[in-house]
């Protein structure tokens, strides 16, 4: 799944919602059930997400919503395959990547 957000330090809860195209409430309930979400929170409690929380956000929609992991797999998946889980995910992110690239370069031409 293509994200669109800037590059900064830290993203609000609605900003990351709004990329990933869900409710806040998906995103609150995520960082309960998923270890690897840990946004830190201001003084008013208002959670800032870090790259690192896209990332794992990313690997979580992977699971879930594309792959259709139920939330006890997708944890399962996480905790016993992680390393070769996040490789395959590098993998098909870049290469869609690639092909958003080539895809706006074919429509230009």
Known sequence: ?????????????????KAFGVNTSLIRFWEKEFD????KK?????????????NNLKLIYHLVKERGFTLEGAKTHLKEN???????FDIIDKLERIKAELTKIKDQL
């Open 42 to 54: 201001n003084a008013k409690g208002n959670r800032k997400f870090t790259p690192q929380d896209i």
């Open 82 to 88: 992680r390393q070769k889980t996040l490789n395959n």
């Open 1 to 17: 799944m293509q994200v669109d957000l800037p590059e900064k330090r830290y993203y609000g809860i609605g900003e990351v919602a």
């Open 36 to 39: 690897a979400l840990k946004p």
